[in-house]
Nanobody, 112 residues
Framework: QVQLVESGGGLVQAGGSLRLSCAAS????????MAWFRQAPAKEREFVAR????????VYADSVKGRFTISKDNAKNTVYLQMNSLKPEDTAVYYC?????WGQGTQVTVSS
């Protein structure tokens, strides 16, 4: 069993920044990558970013490329999502994903 706990969401004005954290615990030995997804009201959940646990290679959705940065701390089994230049369209619940498991989500609201 894997447990994921996100934190760091909140309300920010357009152009501002937030940093999300996702701490993983439990059976994470087979972890190869962790990812962030988001779901806005009345929309489907969409991919945001992914980082491979060993190599650190990253992939981003086009909508966040150049503004968001995913990083990791292997010792803490934690992944971060630094979000800069936030836009109102970034408003969503952000979820951490690992090996078929989802976190509970953290709300990010960007006001115009």
């Amino acid at each position: 069993q894997v447990q994921l706990v996100e934190s760091g969401g909140g309300l920010v004005q357009a152009g501002g920044s937030l940093r999300l954290s996702c701490a993983a615990s439990g059976h994470t030995e087979s972890n190869t990558a962790m990812a962030w997804f988001r779901q806005a009201p009345a929309k489907e959940r969409e991919f945001v970013a992914r980082i491979r646990w060993i190599s650190g290679s990253t992939v981003y959705a086009d909508s966040v490329k150049g503004r968001f940065t995913i990083s990791k701390d292997n010792a803490k089994n934690t992944v971060y999502l630094q979000m800069n230049s936030l836009k109102p369209e970034d408003t969503a619940v952000y979820y951490c994903f690992l090996s078929g498991h989802w976190g509970q989500g953290t709300q990010v609201t960007v006001s115009s």
